[in-house]
């Protein structure tokens, strides 16, 4: 495939095809690049950063997690821009930190800026400046709450001749992992706006692919797995479930014992934050003893939301199924749950304290599950909920896995059975 010239002040080398095919594309807003290691993802958010600096006003910015990485000496980024640019007279470097430029003025008009974001409020250290390319290394470092904000930053006057880009590379894994792999395309829809376009070792010639996998061939299969192969989709040692020991069904058990479990939260959602979720887990027990999570619901909001949402959905799910809220500790949970016993007067309510560590919790639901004895209906909760599973306990979040611990063990601990529902039932009624 020949390419055209993109002229790239200061660039080493020509673009590989993946790099020329990110460049090329002004559109959607949001492009992630790459998923394996050695697929000139550095390169590549360099070049798109440079593409429009010959224009007046051009402004862009990229970032790293921590100064450390974007200084380290060899591979960081502000080593290579002062080995693309620094010799050039026509570009000049203005703020400097450690003997590196932190800011680049160039003839046209254009700048370029390095910055950080160690600290989840670093992100309001750029309230003020407007950027028409922000990028970013190695996104699943970041917080999902720090990239929404600095998408307020990108931002352009009136008929100003330069497209608004939101560029980033990532290999798989990090703690942003989650967030990333639900935002962009990868192996599920994503978010309207973004693509995703994978480069692997193979796809960049000006690196020595051969002693370079080998290198990648001594790390731990899961490791090789993210970084050679770029797979998203691999989990980490230590994951307690494994997706496909949930079977999906299109139907409900006719006949079984409900319960629906909640963990509750209490914070809306609001741009640049990331708070806990409150979920609601219905799981059933057939006769047989096969356990059934017939739906789960999962939502953000204030303490009136929660409790209005809570009280809708036992009605909508029926006097015949109990509803179990986790008790936090102490005086608190106690008047906590003596207001649920009110507010859901004529169901079988009971609040039940949280003890033990999260991880120990689980390990009911992790063995049943593993023996195929744990399906799923299918419904739209379905992807979020497998997610969830598959990056617990490592997650940035873990309120559905706790809520069908939950569930799994008051179906199995003798505090709900027909003559509990029996009972209910008739003082609803």
């Known amino acids: 495939m020949t390419l055209p010239n993109l002229l790239l002040p200061g660039c ?12 090329a ?11 394996a290691a050695g697929g000139g993802k550095s390169d590549f958010l360099l070049m798109a950063a440079l593409q429009f600096v010959d224009v007046p006003g051009y402004s862009a910015v990229i970032f790293r997690r921590t100064f450390p990485q974007l200084s380290a000496p060899e591979d960081g980024l502000l080593a290579r821009a002062q080995e693309w640019l620094g010799p050039d007279p026509e570009f000049e470097g203005l703020d ?30 750029h309230q003020g400046p407007s950027y028409q390319f922000i990028g970013y290394d190695e996104l699943t470092q970041f917080s999902e709450s720090q990239y929404r904000y600095l998408l307020s930053r990108l931002r352009r006057v009136e008929g100003f001749p330069v497209p608004l880009r939101v560029r980033a590379t990532s290999n798989p894994g990090g703690a942003g992992h989650d967030w990333v792999r639900e935002r962009f395309p990868i192996d599920a829809p994503g978010v309207d706006g973004c693509r995703y376009i994978p480069a692997k070792l193979g796809d960049n010639p000006h690196l ?40 999906v069904k299109d139907a409900r058990p006719a006949e079984g014992r409900r319960v629906r479990r909640w963990d509750l939260a209490a914070t809306a959602a609001r741009p640049g934050a990331d708070p806990d979720w409150t979920a609601g887990v219905l799981m059933a027990r057939t006769p047989e003893g096969a356990f059934v999570i017939e739906d789960v619901q999962r939502f953000r909001g204030s303490p009136g939301t929660v409790e209005s949402r809570v009280t809708q ?19 608190s949970g106690k008047i ?56 617990f306990p490592g997650g940035s979040h873990d309120d559905q896995v706790d809520a069908s611990s939950g569930a799994l063990d008051d179906l199995t601990s003798g505090g709900i059975g027909p003559t509990e529902a029996l009972a209910a039932m008739e003082a609803y009624a």
């Open 12 to 23: 080493a080398h020509r673009p590989t095809v993946k790099q020329w095919i990110a460049l």
């Open 25 to 35: 594309s002004y559109s959607p807003r949001e492009i992630l690049y790459g998923g």
């Open 96 to 125: 400097t930190i450690s003997g590196y430029p932190t800011r680049w003025r160039f003839k046209g008009g254009g700048t370029l800026s390095f910055s950080h974001m160690q600290h989840e409020s670093d992100r309001f250290n």
């Open 208 to 247: 020595d692919s051969a002693t370079y996998a080998k290198t990648l061939e001594q790390l731990h299969p899961y490791e090789r797995a993210q970084l050679l192969d770029g797979r998203w989709d691999v989990r980490p040692p230590g994951s307690r479930f494994q997706r496909e020991w949930f079977p």
């Open 313 to 331: 959905q036992a009605r909508i799910d029926g006097a015949e199924v109990a509803v179990r809220i986790e008790q936090e500790p102490g005086s």
């Open 336 to 391: 906590a749950a003596h207001h649920w016993a009110k507010m859901l007067a004529g169901f079988d309510v009971r609040s039940v304290p949280s003890t033990g560590d999260k991880v120990v919790r689980s390990n009911p639901l992790a063995s049943q599950a593993e023996a195929g004895n744990v399906s799923l209906v299918r419904g739209v909760w379905l992807e979020d909920y497998l997610r969830e599973l598959e990056m």
